[in-house]
């Protein structure tokens, strides 16, 4: 009977060193432990032995199993650390394989040329104010001096929603916000970005949505002088140290004065061509001194304060930097027009 069981352990210990998977090894651990294994069954003939054997047979077969036992776990380890390795080894990284670039998005070049705004007067004490798109007739119209059957109600076809709201067609409602909000307060100091809405056919100038920025700074004493120093600061910060600018006469209800800004032709510097139209100036924004009427409403006494205003249309100014010479491309998304312009 012992000689049985040494065999069964040879014959177990070849099959563990044999085995090549942790599954072979589990099958032969049922194999010899099992409550059915060949072990289990010398062990149930041990009553047919003598007594002074029973012991050591019972002994040796419990030798036997721990024996068996213990070289199973010792492959078991041994062939999982093998799989392991060989997983490491498999996924190894090459860090020689050439990369996969992530492409990188650009800022959009209205927002850039907006930042840029905003930063050039910030640096001249302007706070950034906003205010909402869809605006109420009052302060788009009236509260800038632009009764209801005002003619100049014209120059800006609107979007209206009701009666007596609109989607805002300039950006000059925030001054009116922002004094009120001030409550006669000195130095109103403020420009405001945002969209605006026209009900205009689309071509290669106009947009029924684009971008202004307005300005406004009302103090005791801010006189004309200031806003051109204002422009020609911001004009020769945004477009070279050699910029001149020139103020045209003009009308908007809620100035007076009020004029038209040119700046220098960028192309040409003056002397005439084609994108100036031979005049040596371009266009670009409107301004004046804000309406006594206006500071008043807004609850500023035009005695003792004056103000003056400005708003320019951001596509425009882009354009001009930039070269660009159809608006639609800032709204259709395309990737070629975009990326050229990096993270200005
Ligand atoms: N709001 C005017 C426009 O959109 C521009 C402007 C702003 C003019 C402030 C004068 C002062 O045409």
Same mark, same amino acid.
């Given at each position: 009977?012992?000689?049985?069981?040494?065999?069964?352990?040879?014959?177990?210990?070849?099959?563990?060193?044999?085995?090549?998977?942790?599954?072979?090894?589990?099958?032969?651990?049922?194999?010899?432990?099992?409550?059915?294994?060949?072990?289990?069954?010398?062990?149930?003939?041990?009553?047919?032995?003598?007594?002074?054997?029973?012991?050591?047979?019972?002994?040796?077969?419990?030798?036997?199993?721990?024996?068996?036992?213990?070289?199973?776990?010792?492959?078991?380890?041994?062939?999982?650390?093998?799989?392991?390795?060989?997983?490491?080894?498999?996924?190894?990284?090459?860090?020689?394989?050439?990369?996969?670039?992530?492409?990188?998005?650009?800022?959009?070049?209205?927002?850039?040329?907006?930042? #840029?705004?905003?930063? !050039?007067? =910030?640096?001249?004490? @302007?706070?950034?104010?906003?205010? %909402?798109?869809? *605006?109420? &007739?009052?302060?788009?119209?009236?509260?800038?001096?632009?009764?209801?059957?005002?003619?100049?109600?014209?120059?800006?076809?609107?979007?209206?929603?009701?009666?007596?709201?609109?989607?805002?067609?300039?950006?000059?409602?925030?001054?009116?916000?922002?004094?009120?909000?001030?409550?006669?307060?000195?130095?109103?100091?403020?420009?405001?970005?945002?969209?605006?809405?026209?009900?205009?056919?689309?071509?290669?100038?106009?947009?029924?949505?684009?971008?202004?920025?307005?300005?406004?700074?009302?103090?005791?004493?801010?006189?004309?002088?200031?806003?051109?120093?204002?422009?020609?600061?911001?004009?020769?910060?945004?477009?070279? #140290?050699?910029?001149? !600018?020139? =103020?045209?006469?003009? @009308?908007?209800?809620?100035?007076? %004065?009020?004029? *038209?800004? &040119?700046?220098?032709?960028?192309?040409?510097?003056?002397?005439?061509?084609?994108?100036?139209?031979?005049?040596?100036?371009?266009?670009?924004?409107?301004?004046?001194?804000?309406?006594?009427?206006?500071?008043?409403?807004?609850?500023?006494?035009?005695?003792?304060?004056?103000?003056?205003?400005?708003?320019?249309?951001?596509?425009?100014?882009?354009?001009?930097?930039?070269?660009?010479?159809?608006?639609?491309?800032?709204?259709?998304?395309?990737?070629?027009?975009?990326?050229?312009?990096?993270?200005?």
């Amino acid at each position: 009977m012992q000689d049985k069981l040494l065999a069964l352990k040879d014959e177990a210990l070849a099959q563990i060193g044999a085995a090549q998977e942790v599954r072979q090894l589990q099958e032969v651990k049922v194999k010899y432990l099992g409550k059915k294994g060949p072990i289990t069954e010398v062990l149930r003939g041990m009553g047919a032995l003598p007594a002074e054997e029973r012991p050591k047979v019972g002994q040796l077969a419990n030798e036997i199993r721990r024996q068996i036992e213990e070289e199973l776990e010792a492959r078991i380890r041994e062939l999982e650390q093998k799989q392991l390795e060989e997983k490491l080894q498999q996924e190894k990284v090459d860090v020689t394989l050439p990369g996969r670039p992530v492409r990188e998005g650009t800022t959009h070049p209205l927002n850039g040329v907006i930042e #840029q705004i905003e930063d !050039i007067f =910030l640096g001249m004490g @302007f706070k950034i104010a906003e205010g %909402p798109e869809v *605006e109420s &007739d009052y302060y788009n119209f009236e509260a800038l001096n632009l009764p209801k059957n005002h003619p100049a109600r014209d120059m800006q076809d609107s979007f209206y929603i009701t009666e007596e709201i609109l989607l805002r067609t300039h950006t000059s409602p925030v001054q009116v916000r922002t004094m009120e909000a001030m409550k006669g307060q000195v130095p109103v100091k403020i420009i405001c970005p945002g969209k605006v809405f026209r009900r205009d056919t689309d071509d290669a100038t106009h947009s029924h949505q684009f971008m202004q920025i307005e300005g406004l700074y009302v103090d005791e004493g801010v006189s004309m002088s200031d806003l051109k120093g204002i422009l020609l600061q911001f004009a020769r910060e945004m477009f070279g #140290q050699n910029q001149q !600018i020139r =103020l045209r006469p003009s @009308f908007f209800p809620f100035t007076e %004065p009020s004029a *038209e800004v &040119d700046i220098s032709c960028i192309l040409c510097g003056g002397t005439g061509c084609r994108v100036c139209k031979h005049s040596g100036w371009i266009e670009i924004l409107g301004s004046g001194m804000v309406h006594p009427w206006v500071l008043e409403r807004a609850g500023y006494d035009p005695n003792k304060y004056t103000g003056f205003a400005f708003g320019m249309g951001v596509e425009r100014i882009a354009m001009l930097k930039y070269g660009i010479d159809d608006i639609r491309h800032f709204y259709t998304n395309d990737g070629r027009f975009l990326s050229q312009f990096g993270r200005i």
